[in-house]
Each structure stands twice: as C-alpha cells, then as structure tokens.
C-alpha cells in the first residue's frame, strides 16, 4: 500500500491536457479496425495474434506528435486505447465463431450472418469492459508494483519516450528497429527460421526454442522468477508427460487421437503428442489456477467493489487519475447485453447460456486482468480458458437437453462471448495500467474503450465473410486451428468422447504446485503454451538476471526491450497485411538464400547481445556520473 502511495503519474491530477479529442476518437477508430481485420487474418492462419496496444501506441504518437504536431500524451494515449480494441475482439473471434462456419459446411448448422458475428463480437466486448472497471481499483491501483503487466508498462515507456526525447526514445527504437528487421528476416524473407529444435531422442521429445525478440523482451520485463515459473510447466510437459505417454502409451488409442500413440509420435512427433494431450491437461491447469486466483482475490475484488458502492451519487473530491465510469452505467450497460444475448432470436443463447456467461464471463475476465498482468496480453492463454468453459458449458447443456446441433452451436456461442470477454479485459487491464503510470483519466479510457469495442466489431463480421469466401476456414490458407480445437472439444463432449482424464490431471497438477507454495498461473501457463515460447522467455529473464546483477535498476534495457515488443508487432501487422494482399510469397527468399539453424542461432545471439549492451549502456552512463562527484 506504501507503493500505492507513492506513485505519482507522469502527468499530475491536478493538470489538464488534450485527452478525449475528436483527432484521437477518428485515429483510434481507424487503428481498431485496422488491427483488428490484420490480426483476423493472422490468427486464423497461424492460431495467434499480435498485441496492438504498443504498436498502436507507436503510431499514435508518431501521428499525433510528428504529423499532427499536437504535443499531449494522453491524447496520443487516448489513440493506443480505442485502437488495442480492434486486436482483443479479433483474438475472441477468430478463436471461436468458424466452428459454426465448419459446421455449416457440414450441414449441421446454418451460416452465420454478418449481424449475428457483430452482435456476439459486440456483446462480448461491451462486458469484458463492464466487467473490468469496477476491478480496476483491486488490480491495476493496489497491486501497482506487484503485477508488471508488461505490455502496459512497456506502452507507457514508448510515449514517454516520445516525450521526452533523447536517450529513452534512442533505446526504444532502437530495439524496434532490430526487432522488425529480425521479424522481416525470419517470418518475411524467411531467411532463417524462427526457431531452433534439438532433438532429445532418449526421452521420445525435443528442446525448442523460438528466437522472436519480443519474447524475449517480454521475458525480460516480466523478470527471471515469473520467466522460470512459465519455464518449468514446459519442462514438465515437455520432458516429463510427453515422454511418459510415449513410452507407456504404445498401442493405446486415446481421444483425440485417432491412431496409436507409437504411431502418432512415429509421424508427427513429440509436437503431436502435445498438441493431442498435453493442451487438455494444460486447459484443466489453466481452468484450476484460475479458480485459485480467483478465490485469493476475493477479498480485493471485494473491497474495491466496496469502495465502487460508496462513491455512487458522489464525485466531489475525487481525483481525475481516480475517477471510474459511474458504476450505474456499468451495471445498466451489463444488463442491457445480458438481456440482448437472452431475447434477440439471432444469437443462439437461451437463458441457460447467458447465466453461464455471466458467471464464467466474470470470472474469467478477473483471471485474464491477473494473468497478462504477470505475462502481457501476447501470452495471455485465453484459447485456454475458453476450452475451461466449452467444456463445462457444454456438458452442462447436454444434461439440460440442449443437444444435438443446437447444442452445439449454442455451447459456441456461449464460447465465444466469454473468450471475446477475456481478451478485451486482458487488453483493457493493459490500456488502464498505461494510463495509470501516464496520469490518464480512467473514465475517458473506459469509454474509449466502448467506442473501439464499437468499431473493431463492426468491422470484424466483414472481415470473417470475405475471408471465409476467399479462401475457406479449415483450408490450407486459413487453418483456423483454435476455432478446430474448440469444435472437436464441443462434438467430444456432446458425443460422451472428451478426455476428461487428461483434464483432471492438468486439475491436479495445479493443486499439486499451489500446495508446494508455487504461484500457479505462470506454471499452468508454461504446461499450456508450446515449449519454444517459455524456453524464449526464460531466455529473457535470465538475460534480465545477468543485467541486474551489476546495477538494481535497469531501466535502459526495459526501455530496450518495451522496443523489441512494439518493433516485432508492427512488423507482424505489416507481414498480415502482405498476406492479404498475396505479396508474401513474392518476398519468400528461402529456397535462395536461407542460412539454416547456424543462421538461427547468430539471430538468437545477437538479440541477447543487444539487450545486454542496452542495460549497460545505463551502467556505463551511471559510472561517468558517480566519477563526476
């Protein structure tokens, strides 16, 4: 509470400048939809999305300060805001409405329309909202300190160093340069590869490692401990599990696998016994850890709905970097979506479905606020959590009778509300934490928020159907693997087929980490993401180990780092825009001038390297000015 105490935003309370313009509503709105349809586009092709909230905040302030030349950052602020909404309903989206596209081509259900996409997107979106703000207190204000919220905290380091200039804004973007052009070199030219894999044939798995500065940059904000959590539930899954249910497995054939394991691994290997097995036991880790947050935040969730209820009628004396939007209209707008869901014909939800939104949805938008605060919204697991709800939703709509198609698209629908809440309270939980360390006013970022849900909703349906007649879900351009997964995991559980094993022992794996004092979400996580990602992150935070072992702070190599996420997701919503427009495989130098692993590992090296010489640059500059005493 000390630290709570203490802090002083960049921007005092007491001062007023430019924030909520028209400039920055019409810019935002424009990022939404573009980042929104870009990373449509990308997750349906690849099953992930970039975060817009850096990039978005990179471009405001290059738009609002180098074009524009308007010189306020919470206007550019503003901008990053209404413009990170058009990536949280896309990753909602894209994860789970073409289910019903599959299965409309399957005749076993009808195809959606462009107003139903735009209502669930919609719905969803306008909760995550409603059901973040009156958490806002609990998270982002009192555990200021305690939850990094990465991607938060590095957005708020690219505009204040625009602002400030000089060797902050030098070590920003240099790292966005080194970054964008590492992205170009390995996932534009495909020079290299991304990643590098060796071979553990001893124990029938692989170690992998993707080399993408961003992960790196996040593990290097996130820190050494949070890294090696996430780190150690993929070592458990990755060399301990998988390798388990090869050796033990055999002959079995175990759903959702439809061959032998023996086989499965003879042809697909360790990656396919991951992808059959290990997700399930992460999903029923994820769902478990989430119900342990949340019962460990309760009291907090409590008290600042507490502090909510007894500032109702009354304004006078607070503060404008304390002030919420009326919790009055939070609940009417939570009300007027839950009723929507309920009665408009359209959307196939009964009343059974929109209670479980409402529990779930709450629940899972406190569990996602608390997880990107510990690993940022580019690892938050929210496929994960949808997979906790598809399969407690739909097997709780069979035993009421709701079978069959019905029940499956309903047990979709349902799905996608709740995954479309949990992105967009990931994202909004960022956008405040931003706002928090530059002195925004929460209440204007709320309703930025409301109008770049608006937009970036809008604009998805048209998104899905043009790209749905182009190429087709489930097709070799647009695979659409988390949106597969969550309807081969509705189809299992209403056909009595789902691996409910495999879930109880993710269920207990959780509790088993809990009892041993372990903070269980960044464990569950690492059991739930691909090794190649927590291994980078490790890599990130040990790098932040080896910097901070010389000085306690390190601010340079944070501000470093805050570049190499923000240059690696503009490069990325470059790349999906050359592949909408058919320009990638044009630029594809692989089979001319690719360099292999050798090549993959210089890349790996060097961007350790640069970290390292940014965090000693500060080292450096703190040496000259202890001399000069």
């Known amino acids: 509470m000390k630290k709570d105490l203490e802090h002083k935003p960049y921007i005092p309370a007491e001062k007023i400048t430019p924030e909520f313009t028209v400039t920055s509503v019409i810019s935002g709105i424009i990022l939404a939809v573009v980042f929104g349809a870009a990373n449509a586009y990308l997750g349906l092709r690849v099953g992930l999305t970039v975060s817009a909230s850096i990039p978005a905040a990179v471009i405001s302030m290059g738009v609002m300060r180098g074009l524009l030349k308007r010189d306020s950052i919470l206007e550019s602020n503003m901008v990053q805001t209404i413009g990170s909404a058009g990536e949280s309903i896309a990753a909602g989206a894209i994860f789970t409405i073409p289910a019903l596209f599959l299965w409309a081509k399957e005749g076993a259900a009808p195809y959606p329309d462009l107003w139903e996409i735009f209502l669930i997107a919609l719905c ?177 969730i409590f008290s600042a709905f507490g502090a909510s209820v007894k500032g109702l009628g009354s304004k006078a004396g607070s503060s404008r970097t304390d002030r919420n939007l009326d919790i009055r209209v939070t609940a009417v707008i939570a009300v007027f979506v839950i009723l929507l869901l309920w009665l408009y014909p359209g959307i196939p939800i009964s009343l059974a479905g929109t209670v479980f939104i409402v529990i779930f949805g709450f629940f899972f938008a406190t569990v996602s606020s608390r997880m990107t605060g510990l690993v940022g919204s580019s690892n938050n697991p929210v496929s994960g959590m949808t997979i906790a709800t598809l399969l407690v939703c739909t097997l709780l709509l069979k035993l009421s009778g709701e079978t069959g198609s019905r029940g499956m698209t ?107 004092g372990i903070p269980v979400l960044p464990v569950a996580i690492g059991l739930y993401l691909p090794l190649e990602l927590t291994a980078a992150i490790m890599i990130g935070g040990l790098v932040r180990l080896a910097a901070e072992s010389r000085r306690k702070a390190s601010s340079s190599g944070i501000l470093f780092c805050s570049g190499l996420i923000a240059g690696e997701g503009l490069a990325g919503i470059l790349l999906a825009l050359l592949a909408v427009f058919g320009i990638s495989e044009r630029i594809d130098l692989s089979e001319s001038f690719g360099l292999g692993a050798v090549g993959t590992i210089i890349l790996l090296l060097a961007v350790i390297f640069f970290i390292l010489r940014a965090a000693a640059k500060e080292d450096m500059t703190n040496e000259k000015a202890d001399n000069s005493r």
């Open 124 to 300: 969803g979106g306008l909760l995550g909202v409603a059901f973040m703000i009156p958490l806002r207190n609990a998270l982002i204000v009192k555990e200021h300190g305690v939850l990094p919220y990465p991607e938060g905290t590095a957005c708020a380091e690219v505009l204040l160093a625009g602002e400030k200039g000089g060797k902050g804004a030098g070590s920003v973007f240099s790292g966005m340069g080194i970054a964008a052009l590492i992205k170009l070199i390995t996932d534009g030219f495909r020079i290299v590869s991304g990643a590098i894999t060796v071979p553990v044939k001893a124990l029938k798995t692989h170690f992998s490692v993707e080399i993408y500065p961003a992960l790196l940059g996040v593990g290097y904000i996130c820190g050494a401990k949070i890294s090696s959590y996430m780190f150690a539930g993929g070592l458990l899954g990755w060399f301990v599990l998988i390798p388990a249910i090869v050796i033990f497995g055999g002959d079995t054939v175990l759903y959702p696998g439809t061959v032998p394991i023996s086989q499965m691994y003879e042809t697909g290997g360790a990656a396919a016994i991951w992808s059959s097995y290990i997700r399930y036991m992460g999903a029923g880790a994820v769902a478990a850890g989430g119900i342990i947050s949340l019962v460990r935040s309760l009291p907090l």
């Open 410 to 516: 309903a047990a979709i629908a349902v799905g996608s509300v709740i995954c479309i809440i949990a992105s967009v309270a990931g994202d909004t939980s960022q956008d405040l934490k931003t706002g928090y360390i530059l002195g925004a006013t929460p209440v204007r970022q709320q309703i930025g928020e409301l109008i770049g849900i608006f937009s970036a909703a809008a604009a998805i349906g048209g998104v899905m159907l043009l790209l749905d007649s182009a190429w087709g879900f489930g097709s070799e351009e647009l695979a659409a693997p988390q949106a597969t997964l969550m309807k081969m995991i509705v189809e299992g559980v209403m056909e009595g087929t789902l691996p409910w094993a495999l879930v109880f022992m993710g269920v207990f794996i959780a509790l088993s980490v809990e009892i041993l």
